[in-house]
């Protein structure tokens, strides 16, 4: 419901592009507005307020922890000093309890001063937010060194679209230090995020001091080695150098008052009852084996799970006895996701409990573990909230769902009147790569864009409006794989995270990315100051190539509108003297086409570089006998023959077509008989993902009865590259049928499930 009672005021958002611009006052270094979050309403108005050393802020007696927050961010980040107390002033905090929307505020900037209204101290922090981006950006940094500050004139009135408003990090697989940790939750409050979902076990290692286990810190919290480079890499290699630490229980005391003064409830996650090695690690009684192993070295998915017996169950309950004490929030989570049941398939104590509890497998052994140790933690006075894997085997009563595996968790536990957060890989994780810039630093793969993040909708469509009530918001998720230092984390959570935020907080009637993204220039300049090390594709150029006709032109696009693209198409670096891009360029041969955006003095963002393969199939009809897998058909299956090749590393390229389950047939209508020499094509091996080449490859010609056969020979190599030379032919239909490698055999992973193909793409010359 609307924390508003005068609609009258409210300002169409229409209007507010065109007021950013109005009443800026330079002799007082006042702020355009340009608030991220958008809020629900804001009317610009003229003039603007001062802050000096004579200006007195009051307060009401429930505000006064977030009214002294206001009070330390303008004396610490300038020479103003401000008089406070209980009572009136000119800038003033106001409880007002019909405010029904408890992080709801109304924030009114006038000639007399300034107030803040709310029903609680959350509202009230989230108008000091509001407030905070109205303030010069050295105030970021303790530089503004002005004695007073002219804030311009403006009434919002504002509330959250989401109660759910969440960041995840994961400090199991990389470790980060307590100040690091407070730096994520600080830039988190900046953007109206509520919640930070702490990742603090692991297979490589447990990351929170539990006194009664010590081995958890002397043992589960350290591994040996680290892989180096990325998993697919074949051999694996390791650094060889021990890892690890922990956070002790006064660390994490500290941390949770930080959070808790800037309005952010942490939630930490304990896994279960997989990802659970490195404890296994500490205590080998944990896991089905009674066996020693070790804290894992490399990423993935591992065998050694929680065994169900009581010595386990007595374990965790333990562990969330002391756990409990140090979050006062209302949720546990409890991992549940990518659970191997090997083990328990093997183990007498887990088949025991299976025929003891009359379950069906040991799918319904995973619902009871989950169910019991909810039990436990709901009789301790909280709530647990699980991966979408928890749904397996049938859901723990009063559990909530996060959903990761795309939204079908959260539409299947809505449905069952569960609560949900939406956190999908494909919009919400932020180890995904975000440019198709060949310099981008190592990523896990996948590949999520800005404006992905930004184009999200929480509520999946499949639910009615009752069921959407069960929708708390979305996250996040930083994974660590492969980002190992802080200043990493930040450039691949920001600034996605801003666009989130965004998505969870604004009404979406007020959502516009470009008006977002010139919104978004701005902040990153507060940014810039608290030394933010972010990734900046504002200004990256894309292109797109077209073959309308059988014509080939490629159309140039800048991201950020306004600004002059200039291009080369001779592989050379562009320059101010570069020619101007005004329209698509014509494709006749091999082509490098290198470009970038510029202003009037120099270059804007990164160059953008597309080599394309002129051949004879660019452009003309083909067709397949099975549709690639959807997580790997974003170029359709023109991708295959557009004259662009795929990347080297990334397997979530679009210019990658991945198949799963099917040999694969391709048809190419060349549109006439065409004299043909060769064709050419590669094909991804890279077995640590499931990934292998093909057995062989079936090459007819509609003027040949037989087929030619070329049998692909096993490699470690990651690419396969295929070539075919034709002895004076012709043709104007070429069939290629891929058999695939079947089953995964023994020792590779994924053994016994199908093998992936990843083709790219097909040259014919």
Not at 519 to 536: P, S, T
């Amino acid at each position: 419901m609307s924390i508003f009672r005068q609609t009258t005021k409210i300002a169409l958002w229409a209007t507010l592009v065109f007021v950013h611009t109005a009443c800026f006052n330079p002799t007082n270094n006042v702020i355009k507005p340009a608030i991220i979050p958008v809020p629900l309403s804001q009317n610009i108005q003229e003039g603007t307020f001062l802050i000096n050393n004579e200006t007195q802020l009051a307060y009401d007696s429930d505000f006064k922890s977030v009214a002294l927050f206001l009070k330390g961010y303008i004396e610490n980040g300038s020479k103003i000093r401000l008089k406070a107390s209980e009572g009136t002033g000119k800038i003033v905090f106001i409880k007002d309890t019909t405010i029904q929307n408890t992080e709801g505020y109304q924030l009114k900037v006038s000639q007399q001063g300034i107030s803040i209204t709310a029903s609680s101290p959350k509202g009230a922090f989230y108008a000091i937010q509001s407030l905070r981006q109205l303030l010069p950006v050295n105030f970021e940094n303790n530089t503004y060194t002005g004695n007073e500050i002219g804030i311009q004139c403006i009434e919002i009135e504002d509330e959250p679209q989401f109660k759910y408003r969440g960041m995840h990090l994961d400090v199991g697989r990389h470790f980060f230090s307590v100040d690091f940790i407070k730096k994520y939750i600080d830039l988190m409050s900046m953007l109206k995020m509520n919640t930070f979902h702490w990742h603090l076990t692991e297979d490589q290692g447990w990351r929170i001091e539990i006194k009664k286990y010590p081995k958890l810190n002397t043992v589960a919290a350290y591994r040996n080695e680290t892989l180096i480079g990325h998993y697919r890499d074949q051999p694996h290699q390791f650094d060889k150098k021990k890892y690890g630490g922990y956070y002790t229980q006064e660390q994490v005391k500290d941390i949770v008052k930080y959070a808790t003064e800037r309005q952010i409830t942490v939630i930490p996650e304990i896994e279960m009852p997989g990802h659970s090695q490195a404890a296994i690690s500490a205590y080998p009684s944990l896991g089905c084996t009674g066996k020693q192993i070790d804290v894992a070295t490399k990423w993935g998915v591992f065998e050694d799970i929680y065994c169900a017996k009581e010595s386990t169950f007595q374990f965790l309950e333990d562990v969330i006895d002391e756990v409990i004490t140090l979050f006062p929030g209302k949720y546990i989570h409890i991992g549940g996701d990518e659970a191997p049941k090997k083990r328990w398939e093997n183990c007498k104590h887990c088949q025991q409990l299976i025929k003891k509890e009359g379950l069906k497998d040991a799918h319904g052994l995973q619902s009871y573990f989950i169910a019991r140790m909810e039990k436990y933690i709901n009789s301790k006075g909280k709530q647990i909230i699980g991966w979408d894997e928890i749904l397996e085997g049938g859901l723990a009563p009063n559990a909530t769902v996060m959903s990761w595996r795309g939204t079908s968790g959260a539409v299947e536990a809505a449905k069952q009147h569960h609560d949900v957060i939406l956190t999908p890989g494909s919009h919400c994780y932020f180890d995904h790569y975000q440019s198709t810039n060949t310099d981008e630093p190592l990523a896990i793969g996948g590949f999520l864009p800005l404006e992905k993040v930004y184009s999200f909708n929480p509520i999946p469509e499949e639910l009615t409006t009752e069921e959407a009530n069960y929708v708390l918001g979305a996250q996040g998720n930083v994974w660590t794989e492969y980002i190992t230092t802080a200043e990493k984390v930040e450039y691949m959570a920001y600034p996605r995270a801003i666009a989130l935020s965004e998505v969870v907080w604004s009404a979406p009637k007020n959502k516009n990315y470009i008006d977002f993204k010139n919104r978004l220039i701005n902040y990153q300049k507060r940014l810039d100051v608290r030394n933010v090390k972010y990734a900046n594709h504002l200004y990256e150029v894309a292109g797109k190539l077209d073959a309308t006709d059988g014509n080939l032109s490629y159309t140039l696009e800048a991201s950020s509108k306004g600004k002059t693209i200039r291009y080369t198409t001779d592989g050379t670096t562009p320059t101010l003297q570069s020619n101007i891009y005004t329209k698509p360029i014509q494709i006749l041969k091999n082509t490098t086409i290198k470009a970038a955006s510029f202003n009037d003095s120099s270059q804007l963002g990164n160059v953008f570089s597309q080599t394309l393969n002129f051949h004879k199939a660019v452009g003309k009809t083909i067709s397949l006998n099975v549709p690639p897998h959807i997580s790997y058909n974003a170029g359709g299956k023109e991708a295959l023959i557009n004259s662009i090749s795929g990347s080297d590393t990334r397997l979530g390229d679009k210019e990658w077509l991945g198949f799963v389950g099917n040999d694969i047939e391709i048809t190419i209508d060349l549109g006439k008989e065409t004299a043909i020499n060769s064709l050419s094509t590669r094909f991804f091996n890279v077995k640590g993902s499931w990934v292998h080449a093909p057995k062989r490859l079936e090459i007819t010609l509609d003027n040949q009865k037989e087929p030619m056969y070329m049998n692909i020979n096993v490699s470690p190599k990651k690419i396969i590259n295929i070539s075919h030379l034709f002895k004076k032919s012709k043709a104007r239909i070429i069939k290629i049928k891929i058999v695939r490698a079947g089953i995964i055999p023994p020792d590779f992973a994924g053994a016994g499930n199908e093998a992936w193909t990843f083709i790219d793409e097909i040259v014919i010359n």
